[in-house]
């Protein structure tokens, strides 16, 4: 045996080396769900609104539900259908974990969201017990493809009372669709099922 | 006497016809006086609910009210600040705040930006309130959102004075509105001639 196997066998025995160096795409089964998410605040502009394309002034690290609930009042309409705001704090859930995975670096500061519509619209405490009871709801599930691969769940805010098929044909949600479906009688998961197709609901690891 | 029988259905043979032709010559205005317009229209401003328009006129018909909480906390260390006088200016109900730093929920107007309401209904009501406590700056926080029947709960920073504190003023938040509530007003307006950014679309 050569010199050069035998130190690769030695390093691979140490764990220096893994032996399979194929990629494994994040699932809900080999991935913890996030304790806590780096947010990005952007400077406001001078109207005292959080700008997106204003500098970076610092990054948050808040707690992931407590990101969730501080997200849903200020995407979704708090006095909108419960069934609607569950459909967005999933959605909103599994974007925010998605980018958990996938962080980026801009201007020196490494974060996974900001506090823009860059990403999800941010207010830091701004939680409301309506949304607050939706987030809790679909904590204990996740939306993802059916292997369990997490997956950006994308929204945008759609057209007011129709259902916005165009959206489901991009595999967007739109915000007002959610809420469409959800006053003609759909539950959350059959909102889900119309925007994303070939999904799943998943529960998530304890 | 018998040719007065036959007249009668000839007119209203007569009248038929011509509501016939009428039909077909306005069909836009048949349309409308068949299928009236569905409430909550996208075009359509939505009323306060529980107003008829009688009661939109009269200045003293009652505002519809929703519960509402704040909860005050020092901005530096995020700790609920007991003991402070919290006002809401629209009604100048005044409460305090309990040792976890929340006000008692009590019944707030929803009342909506009335600039906006002929031509975009507005998808929450406004409030400002005003938050004092001995050492620390006034606090004011405008457009608290509000909604018809539905509880809702605001956060008020408040900051300690200092001695390195020279110039004390209020200190000011303002609660941005809302993104769905900004899309609608722009599309409200949008021309097919200058469509700007365009229409919200789901490719984008």
């Given at each position: 045996?050569?010199?050069?196997?035998v130190?690769v066998?030695a390093?691979v025995a140490?764990?220096l080396?893994s032996p399979?160096?194929a990629?494994?795409?994040?699932?809900?089964?080999?991935?913890?769900e996030?304790?806590?998410i780096r947010?990005a605040i952007?400077?406001?502009?001078p109207?005292?609104?959080?700008?997106p394309?204003?500098?970076?002034?610092?990054?948050?690290?808040?707690?992931f539900?407590q990101?969730?609930?501080?997200?849903l009042?200020?995407?979704?309409?708090?006095?909108?259908?419960?069934?609607?705001?569950?459909?967005?704090?999933?959605a909103i859930?599994?974007?925010?974990?998605?980018?958990?995975?996938?962080?980026?670096?801009?201007?020196?500061?490494?974060?996974?969201?900001?506090?823009t519509?860059n990403?999800?619209?941010?207010?830091?405490l701004?939680?409301q017990?309506d949304?607050?009871?939706?987030?809790?709801?679909?904590?204990r599930?996740?939306?993802?493809?059916p292997n369990?691969?997490?997956?950006e769940?994308?929204?945008?805010?759609?057209?007011?009372?129709d259902p916005?098929?165009?959206?489901?044909?991009?595999q967007?949600?739109?915000?007002?669709?959610s809420q469409?479906?959800?006053?003609?009688?759909?539950?959350?998961i059959?909102i889900?099922?119309?925007?994303?197709?070939q999904?799943?609901?998943r529960?998530?690891?304890? | 006497?018998k040719?007065q029988?036959?007249?009668?259905?000839?007119?209203?043979r007569?009248?038929?016809?011509?509501?016939?032709?009428?039909?077909?010559?306005?069909?836009?205005?048949?349309?409308q006086?068949t299928?009236?317009?569905?409430?909550g229209?996208?075009?359509?401003?939505v009323?306060?609910?529980?107003?008829?328009?009688?009661?939109?006129?009269d200045p003293?018909?009652?505002?519809?009210?929703?519960?509402?909480r704040v909860?005050v906390?020092?901005?530096r260390?995020?700790q609920p600040l007991?003991?402070?006088?919290v006002?809401?200016?629209?009604?100048?109900?005044?409460l305090r705040?309990?040792?976890?730093?929340y006000?008692?929920?009590?019944?707030?107007?929803?009342?909506?930006?009335?600039?906006f309401?002929?031509?975009?209904a507005?998808?929450?009501g406004?409030?400002?309130?005003?938050?004092y406590?001995?050492?620390?700056?006034?606090?004011i926080h405008?457009?608290i959102?509000?909604?018809?029947?539905?509880?809702s709960?605001?956060?008020?920073?408040?900051y300690k004075?200092?001695?390195?504190?020279?110039?004390?003023?209020?200190?000011?938040y303002?609660?941005?509105?809302?993104?769905l509530?900004l899309?609608?007003l722009?599309?409200?307006?949008?021309?097919n001639?200058q469509?700007?950014?365009?229409?919200?679309d789901?490719?984008?």
């Amino acid at each position: 045996m050569s010199k050069f196997r035998v130190f690769v066998s030695a390093a691979v025995a140490l764990g220096l080396i893994s032996p399979t160096a194929a990629y494994a795409a994040p699932t809900v089964d080999n991935t913890q769900e996030p304790a806590s998410i780096r947010v990005a605040i952007r400077e406001n502009n001078p109207n005292g609104e959080p700008d997106p394309r204003g500098r970076i002034v610092w990054v948050q690290s808040v707690p992931f539900y407590q990101y969730c609930e501080d997200v849903l009042p200020n995407e979704w309409m708090p006095s909108w259908h419960s069934e609607s705001l569950k459909a967005g704090a999933m959605a909103i859930k599994m974007f925010a974990w998605y980018h958990h995975l996938h962080p980026i670096t801009i201007d020196g500061f490494t974060f996974d969201v900001d506090n823009t519509t860059n990403f999800q619209t941010f207010r830091y405490l701004s939680r409301q017990p309506d949304t607050n009871r939706a987030v809790t709801s679909i904590r204990r599930y996740a939306y993802v493809k059916p292997n369990g691969e997490i997956i950006e769940l994308n929204y945008r805010a759609g057209i007011p009372n129709d259902p916005n098929w165009q959206y489901r044909n991009a595999q967007k949600m739109a915000q007002w669709g959610s809420q469409y479906w959800a006053q003609r009688g759909r539950n959350y998961i059959q909102i889900l099922q119309f925007y994303y197709q070939q999904r799943a609901l998943r529960q998530v690891r304890a | 006497m018998k040719p007065q029988r036959h007249l009668f259905p000839s007119v209203a043979r007569r009248i038929t016809s011509a509501c016939v032709i009428a039909a077909v010559l306005t069909p836009h205005i048949t349309a409308q006086a068949t299928t009236p317009s569905e409430p909550g229209q996208h075009s359509v401003p939505v009323q306060q609910p529980g107003t008829s328009s009688r009661d939109r006129l009269d200045p003293y018909a009652p505002w519809p009210t929703a519960r509402l909480r704040v909860h005050v906390i020092d901005g530096r260390t995020l700790q609920p600040l007991p003991g402070a006088e919290v006002v809401l200016v629209e009604t100048e109900q005044r409460l305090r705040t309990d040792a976890n730093g929340y006000t008692p929920w009590f019944d707030a107007p929803v009342i909506r930006n009335p600039r906006f309401r002929p031509l975009v209904a507005e998808l929450h009501g406004q409030l400002t309130v005003i938050a004092y406590k001995n050492g620390y700056r006034d606090s004011i926080h405008m457009g608290i959102r509000t909604h018809e029947g539905m509880d809702s709960e605001a956060t008020v920073w408040m900051y300690k004075i200092g001695p390195e504190d020279r110039r004390i003023e209020p200190v000011l938040y303002q609660v941005p509105y809302h993104h769905l509530w900004l899309i609608e007003l722009v599309d409200r307006f949008r021309r097919n001639s200058q469509l700007g950014e365009g229409w919200q679309d789901p490719n984008r």
